[in-house]
């Protein structure tokens, strides 16, 4: 997410929401992709179908789908992917929908209003995405310690960490505050932690930080 929840610096944080992608060869290996992007296509082949669906065979991650299933994700919803009975193509719940688990699903491809889940569930082709992906589903939590009293006269940005949407990655997730320090527009830290102390010698609260966050997601642009 790249909405911060505090941002301290001149520079403002980027409009609207996009995709952030880190791709590494290798395990513990130097990024060889760290960047946004305003949507990411995976691709599915013939020897590792992604989808139920045979015949789908690319998902693009755009912003809505990616935050309503992040959000569904953190608030701990039962998502699942269901198929519509009469067009095959895997529901996606956004907005409210996305919010409030559901069994009857409108498709948002062919119209038809009566495809049922077992279960209220929260329906996006992320989720079976997720499922067939995902190696280690861990999350650790960061014991790094940041005191920012020791950073007088410097500039932050800070994020709650967010579970990613997609995570292939053999380790698992790192959980903690990201915080970037920058000196004269120099940026000398920028990692995770457990535990961050605020200039006035306060604790940053994780939670706080994540709440603030998905709430610059649903202002407009400026
Ligand atoms: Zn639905
Ligand atoms: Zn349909």
Redesign the pocket.
Known sequence: MNQTAINTTDEPDIDGVVIHLHARPQLQGKNSIDANFPAVVVTSCDSLPLFGNALIKRVVIAPPSALAYLEALISNLPLGTLYCHTCQHP?L?LGD?AKNP?KK??CGNCGVDSNWSKEPIV?SPLSELANKLTKNPDFVDSDRILDLRDYQNCQVKVWSSTPAVLWTSDLPQEAGIHVHIYQDKRKIVDDTFGQVTWFDGSQLERDRLLATMLDKTKKPAA
């Open positions: 529901h719940d929908f559901h699903h409108f329906s």
